[in-house]
């Protein structure tokens, strides 16, 4: 997968998961406000829709393509797995950070390892999957931000996403915002969360 590895001095390692038309190059700079001195895994996504970028397909707006997702998702994983041998780090020291659909990648992630990945920053998730696994997220930590008034991602979308995290035990740390754009109020709360 087309990424880019920056060796930092100090945990944790920030896995960072793009939105619809980002790239390898479009949270570069959340990673390091999130903290500068964290090693840094920035992935592009495997999809094109159109010329866009994404981390799996989806059928329309808000219905995913489940199949492609557990397929992507699938692979991902391994990528992770093998960037961890690759460049020396330990998967504990991971912390995925996903924005809109790299966040929701990042929920197939966790939902379905949470043994290998436990902390999370997702910002603007949604996830209308019918098939999901059961396993208990105890260990999982994870902030999320919720647009109140967010064009891609009803509420009603957003509580689902917190009702699946929290109903599989995760601790779930909220904050609701305007919309879906990423602001410097979510990365410096999320940059709080961590310390």
């Known amino acids: 997968m087309h990424h880019i590895f920056k060796q930092g001095t100090q945990e944790p390692v920030f896995v ?48 995913y393509d489940e ?16 960037a961890a041998a690759n460049y020396h780090f330990d998967l504990r020291q991971v912390i995925l950070v996903g924005y809109s659909n790299g966040a929701n990648i990042a929920m197939q992630l966790l939902l379905h390892e949470p043994e290998l990945f436990q902390k999370a920053i997702l910002f603007h998730p949604m996830f209308p999957v019918e098939n999901l696994p059961i396993y208990s997220l105890e260990k999982t930590h994870i902030f999320t931000t919720l647009g109140e008034q967010d064009p891609i991602v009803s509420i009603s979308d957003s509580l689902h996403v917190i009702k699946v995290l929290e109903e599989r035990h995760a601790v779930v740390t909220k ?21």
Request: net charge negative; proline share 1%; hydrophobic share 40%.
């Open 67 to 82: 199949a492609d997702l557990t397929l992507r998702g699938n692979e991902l994983r391994a990528f992770i797995k093998e």
């Open 175 to 195: 904050l609701w915002t305007a919309n879906h754009q990423l602001t410097y109020q979510e990365i410096l709360a999320a940059k709080q969360w961590l310390a």
């Open 16 to 63: 960072l998961l793009h939105g619809t038309g980002g790239d390898e190059n479009s949270l570069l700079e959340i990673g390091e406000m999130l903290n500068e001195k964290a090693s840094i895994l920035s992935i592009r996504g495997n999809v094109l829709e159109g010329n866009m970028p994404r981390f799996f397909r989806r059928v329309t707006e808000g219905v």
